[in-house]
C-alpha cells in the first residue's frame, strides 16, 4: 500500500501562484510515476501532470503547459506542482495519484493504483 497525502492548497488570487505537495509513505517512492488531476465542482475529474518515477520526464495537460510544474524529490518522497498564473477555471479539489513505474505517461485515472484525499485550490478575485 502506499498512502499519500497532499497539501499546500488554498485561496488564492487570479494570477497568483500556489505550491502543492504530495507526501508518499508505505512503499519506495521511487518505484511509482506520480500523477496531479483535478476535479471541479460538477465536473470529471481531469489529468494535469504526470512524472516518471526518477523525474525524468513529465507531460501535462494543454490546460496546464506553461504554467504548472510537476517535480518529485525521490529522497523526500514527494511530489510538487507547482502553479502559476492561476485562473479561477484552476479552482478545483487536486489529487495526486501514483502506479507502479514505467517510461511512459498515462493520464486515463484506472491505470492509477493509489490516491490521496485531495487538497482544495480556489482562485479568486
Known amino acids: 500500500q502506499v498512502q499519500l497525502v497532499e497539501s499546500g492548497g488554498g485561496w488564492v488570487q487570479i494570477g497568483g501562484s500556489l505550491r ?3 507526501a508518499a509513505s508505505g512503499r519506495t517512492f521511487s518505484n511509482y510515476n506520480m500523477a496531479w488531476f483535478r476535479q471541479a465542482t460538477g465536473k470529471e475529474r481531469e489529468f494535469v501532470a504526470s ?6 520526464t513529465t507531460y501535462y495537460a494543454d490546460s496546464a503547459k506553461g504554467r ?5 524529490d525521490n529522497a523526500k518522497n514527494t511530489v510538487y506542482l507547482q502553479m502559476n498564473s492561476l485562473k479561477p ?9 501514483a502506479k507502479s513505474r514505467s517510461s511512459l505517461h498515462y493520464t486515463a485515472q484506472n491505470v492509477y493504483d493509489y490516491w490521496g484525499q485531495g487538497t482544495q ?3 479568486s478575485s
Open 121 to 123: 485550490v480556489t482562485v
Open 68 to 72: 504548472f510544474t510537476i517535480s518529485r
Open 89 to 97: 477555471e484552476d479552482t478545483a479539489v487536486y489529487y495526486c495519484a
Open 51 to 56: 512524472i516518471t518515477w526518477n523525474g525524468g
Open 20 to 22: 502543492l505537495s504530495c
